[in-house]
């Protein structure tokens, strides 16, 4: 099993910039999580997906931030435009429903530098 | 004040030495609790987790949580190299919702 994939690793880019994000969740897996981790810091949910819809999407800055998750598998986490803020490790993880916390598997995660 | 507070360290202890890393947390609503060990440039890894209070162990590693003084430990015994990493505690509501982490604590263990 492969895992969580994602890409890229590592991203730098100028600000006013955009970028993306790809995540594969481990196959099966309904509920994709995408969070944010500051340097030094815990992560933070950004979004969560069941399946094709955002259910919880509170903690996302929709003004620059936007995710989507076609046909219930793959995701994309798009910044437009970066701020200088915005470095961070982006995780993506997934779950089964029912599996609960003990099925939460986290990604590497891409780490973005804005300069 | 953040919902959940870590000792912020880092550690640097012997091999063979016993690791204590705490959390404290504000919201009593929090019934799970979970230990995530993270290697450089990787994504954290479940460690342990524990519903409401009590004790968890599992070989070298022993999980603590005490609700009434909403407090939570992990002890790492007969430490070895391989358990250098930060450490991240973490915390949810309920077994299928968002998960509210600590800063994390970073450990290394000395040869």
């Known amino acids: 099993e492969a895992g969580v994939v994602q890409s890229p690793r590592y991203k730098i880019i100028e600000k006013k910039q955009p970028v993306a994000f790809w995540c594969n969740p481990i196959?099966?897996?309904?509920?994709l999580y995408w969070y944010r981790q500051n340097l030094g810091q815990g992560p933070e949910l950004l979004i969560r997906?069941?399946?094709?819809?955002?259910?919880?999407d509170s903690q996302l800055p929709k003004d620059r931030f936007s995710a989507e998750r076609l046909k219930g598998v793959d995701s994309t986490l798009k910044i437009q435009p970066a701020e200088l803020g915005d470095s961070a490790v982006y995780l993506c993880?997934?779950?089964?429903?029912?599996?609960?916390?003990?099925?939460?598997?986290f990604g590497s995660g891409t780490r973005l530098t804005v300069v | 004040q953040k919902e959940v507070e870590q000792d912020p360290g880092p550690l640097s202890v012997p091999e063979g030495a016993i690791v204590s890393l705490n959390c404290t947390y504000s919201?009593?609503?929090?019934?799970?609790f979970m230990w995530y060990r993270q290697y450089s440039r990787k994504g954290p890894e479940l460690l342990m987790y524990?519903?409401?209070?009590g004790n968890k162990e599992d070989g070298r590693f022993t999980a603590q949580v005490d609700k009434s003084s909403k407090y939570i430990s992990l002890f790492i015994r007969d430490s070895q190299p391989s358990d250098s990493a930060t450490y991240l505690c973490?915390?949810?509501?309920?077994?299928?919702?968002?998960?509210?982490f600590g800063a994390g604590t970073t450990v290394t263990v000395r040869a």
């Open positions: 919201n009593s609503a929090f019934q799970y």
């Open positions: 973490a915390m949810s509501l309920s077994n299928d919702y968002k998960l509210s």
């Open positions: 524990t519903y409401s209070s």
């Open positions: 993880a997934s779950s089964l429903p029912g599996q609960g916390i003990n099925g939460y598997t």
């Open positions: 997906y069941e399946n094709e819809e955002a259910v919880d």
């Open positions: 196959s099966g897996h309904n509920t």
